[in-house]
């Protein structure tokens, strides 16, 4: 029988549902009815529930009181809400508390009848999944009984060396284990689901080692089959194996093929995915702890890379140094010249060269912070004071180093960037304002070529000289070449200020083949010649 608690302020509700449901024909009963929370918390404290049937808007302590004070001390019963409210604040804290059915007043007979229904299903699946959760526990318990675990702390301190080689060696011996090949290698093996790409709760904690024992079991079924290895435990959640033999291509195909059978059996078998990291070959059993941490340094490429990893260190090398500069300048520039297909070829292109040099989550996070800055640069350049603020770039920094992965931490890059083009392009274009925009840019960053002129920039605008020579005075109030010029004299100044170059250097600089016309013009904007400028305001 399937025991249900009834919980309403309204007696006549709870008179109703008592009497409108054939409980004995449904295989259940109910078993007490509450006018408020606080009663049925007091009554299930008492008494054994399966299934609780209850109001929000109630006295003392309401639904969702209620609702959270059976999440967290009976996560076993099965919470069924209804209310007159139909607010989506109530539907998103049912969902926190685990809350199985949201359903709103009046409720028919049949309508109630077929929720208990899909209800005593759920009480099967949770008694299922807790006789489940028993059993691997009491396998485990068994197997700590066993002399299997006094292997593998033996195996781990030696692989460790958290004691003394041949103290390692000797203990082994007992259990009937020799070492003697002439090189080694160890392999690390951790489940996907409780590592740091999922959130783990305590429930999830408490079954990683019970899920680790069947990883272990199945690892040192197949080394011992292939004679290549010898499986243990590290701790209650990893699991390792220290092959042995001679340092070949045959048999590093050989180890990778053991490890893609040990991923694939345990897939089938418990349904969860398993990244591997395999280190380099060592002569010595000193040196096992080197190819121990490597391989353990490999798993964390997970967050890179994506779960169910396979990495053999003697194939894949890391490459910490990668530059992204020249891609970030394209991708600026497509940016700002609404090159869209230019734009997701850049940020495909760095995601790439990214992953495949290997590096630390951090590493990664701050490529991406570079590309998160050049797309925030070019979205500034681009805007005038009338514009709406794009998204904070501080805030995705943020976001992006909070990701679990990878995929996750670049998507968000990718939509930021979207959002900047799609902004971008929308900037006024059919007033001239964008152009205006991109001619400004272009000045500031060529103002020092002594080639740049009207025709140069119309050409990488691609727009005729009269058409720009109107847009530009209109939007800027100036000329092109009065922006120029202006340009060059307020960076001659900033030279001249803080520097000690002579005035022909400046000049070339700052775009003046010619450093006679650059002391003509320099006086005729700022009222002094170089020299006499530099005199009174240099640093």
């Not at 010898?230 to 180890?255: H, M, P, W």
């Not at 679990?404 to 929308?426: H, R």
């Not at 070339?508 to 005199?535: L, M, Q």
Request: aromatic fraction near 8%; charged fraction near 30%.
């Amino acid at each position: 029988m399937y025991r249900i608690l009834l919980v309403d302020d309204e007696i006549l509700v709870r008179d109703a549902i008592r009497e409108n449901i054939d409980w004995a024909g449904m295989d259940c009963e109910l078993v007490g009815d509450c006018q408020n929370g606080q009663e049925a918390a007091e009554f299930v404290n008492k008494h054994p529930v399966d299934i609780v049937l209850t109001d929000i808007c109630m006295p003392y302590m309401d639904g969702m009181e209620l609702s959270h004070f059976l999440h967290d001390n009976y996560p076993d019963i099965v919470i069924v809400i209804f209310s007159g409210f139909g607010e989506f604040e109530y539907a998103k804290k049912a969902i926190q508390y685990n809350v199985s059915e949201y359903l709103l007043k009046p409720i028919t007979a049949m309508e109630l009848t077929a929720v208990i229904g899909r209800m005593k299903e759920k009480v099967d699946q949770r008694q299922k999944e807790k006789r489940k959760l028993e059993n691997l526990t009491k396998a485990s318990e068994n197997y700590r009984k066993n002399a299997q675990i006094i292997r593998s702390k033996a195996i781990e301190a030696l692989v460790g060396c958290s004691q003394d080689v041949n103290e390692s060696l000797a203990q082994l011996k007992n259990m009937g284990i020799e070492l003697v090949g002439p090189n080694y290698r160890v392999a690390v093996f951790d489940i996907d689901l409780y590592s740091d790409m999922y959130k783990v709760d305590v429930e999830k904690r408490q079954e990683s080692a019970l899920m680790a024992f069947v990883l272990y079991n199945i690892s040192n079924e197949i080394a011992e089959r292939e004679s290549a290895g010898i499986a243990y435990q590290e701790g209650s959640n990893r699991v390792c194996i220290l092959f042995q033999g001679v340092r070949t291509r045959d048999s590093n195909n050989k180890i990778r093929s053991i490890c893609r059978e040990i991923q694939q059996k345990v897939k089938e078998v418990i349904g969860i995915e398993v990244s591997m990291g395999i280190g380099g070959w060592v002569r010595n059993l000193e040196d096992l702890i080197l190819s121990h941490d490597v391989a353990a340094k490999a798993i964390q490429y997970r967050y890179l890379l994506g779960g169910s990893l396979l990495l053999d260190m003697e194939e894949k090398k890391p490459n910490r140094e990668i530059s992204l500069y020249d891609t970030l300048e394209q991708l600026t520039d497509s940016l700002k010249t609404g090159k869209k297909e230019t734009m997701e070829l850049c940020l495909s292109r760095m995601e790439q060269e990214i992953k495949d040099a290997l590096v630390e989550k951090s590493r990664a996070c701050m490529y991406l912070q570079q590309i998160v800055r050049a797309v925030g640069s070019a979205s500034e350049s681009l805007q005038t004071e009338r514009e709406e603020p794009l998204r904070g770039s501080e805030t995705l920094l943020r976001n992006v180093t909070e990701q679990s992965t990878f995929q996750q931490a670049i998507g968000l890059v990718k939509e930021y960037a979207e959002e900047v083009f799609e902004k971008l392009s929308s900037l006024n274009s059919s007033s001239g304002q964008r152009q205006a925009s991109l001619a400004l840019d272009y000045i500031q960053n060529n103002y020092m070529d002594p080639n740049l002129s009207l025709n140069s920039i119309c050409s990488y605008l691609s727009i005729s000289t009269s058409y720009f020579s109107t847009i530009f005075k209109e939007v800027t109030g100036e000329t092109f070449m009065e922006v120029l010029i202006r340009t060059r004299m307020d960076k001659a100044r900033e030279l001249l200020e803080n520097t000690t170059l002579k005035n022909y250097e400046i000049a070339e600089k700052v775009g003046f083949s010619d450093p006679h016309y650059f002391g003509i013009s320099f006086k005729k904007i700022t009222g002094k010649t170089p020299t006499e400028y530099a005199r009174e305001y240099r640093k």
